[in-house]
């Protein structure tokens, strides 16, 4: 039972590059959420899929846009990076709304935009 | 707004000596409270949670936090600190739907 995996584990990309993350869970959670991490802001949710099939705004959606491919699979894409956007991605399940809204994360990918 | 505030961004600890972690949530977000561990370039991992009854929930790592109505605090504490417990620290309240919404953080590093 792997949990929350996510590829690649780092990447760097110069302005104005794409790129995909990727996230997988096997736990047959519902629901998947993209975070991003800063120092001293925590964790801020960019968008989440409460069931398969079904995507959402959080936090901070801009400049990034999300897809859940089927239950186990849920990625994010950067169509034109910007220096911004240089953080630590992290993917989360969770069991909502069968249990009691706590997330399981993944490893994280740590991003840096040049 | 929902809001959950660590106080301490940073938090210093000899090994062997007790630590508190203080945060405080919004009363307009719901009393679901999580406390998430970091360890380095690791993903967070639960710690312990509070969704109702007794207002002290324990961890089988020996921290434990209290849930505080009165004063819309979910503090974490331990006793006697190990060098293994150098982490970050978030502390989460549950959103609106599905969502949670997590404090800035604070960094504990203990020294021998």
């Known amino acids: 039972n792997a949990g929350v995996t996510q590829t690649p584990k780092f990447q760097v990309l110069k302005t104005g590059q794409s790129m995909t993350l990727q996230c997988a869970q096997d736990m047959n959670h519902n629901s998947m959420y993209w975070y991003r991490q800063d120092p001293g802001m925590g964790l801020r949710l960019i968008y989440y899929s409460a069931s398969e099939g079904t995507t959402d705004k959080g936090e901070v959606p801009n400049g990034y846009n999300v897809s859940r491919l089927n239950k186990r699979e849920f990625s994010l894409r950067l169509e034109s990076a910007a220096p911004s956007q240089t953080s630590v991605y992290f993917c989360?399940?969770?069991?909502?709304?069968?249990?009691?809204?706590?997330?399981?994360f993944g490893p994280g990918t740590r991003l840096t935009v040049t | 707004a929902q809001s959950v505030t660590q106080l301490d961004s940073q938090v210093p600890v000899f090994e062997e000596a007790p630590v508190e972690l203080r945060c405080n949530y919004s009363?307009?977000?719901?009393?679901?409270l999580f406390w998430y561990v970091q360890y380095p370039n690791q993903g967070l991992q639960l710690l312990l949670k509070y969704l109702s009854g007794s207002t002290l929930v324990e961890s089988i790592n020996g921290f434990e936090a209290e849930f505080n109505k009165s004063q819309t605090s979910f503090h974490l504490r331990k006793p006697s600190v190990h060098i293994s417990d150098t982490a970050e620290y978030f502390c989460a309240a549950k959103a609106a739907g599905n969502k949670l919404t997590f404090g800035g953080g604070t960094r504990v590093l203990v020294k021998p």
């Open positions: 989360a399940s969770s069991e909502w709304p069968d249990r009691y809204y706590e997330q399981y």
């Open positions: 009363s307009s977000v719901s009393v679901y």
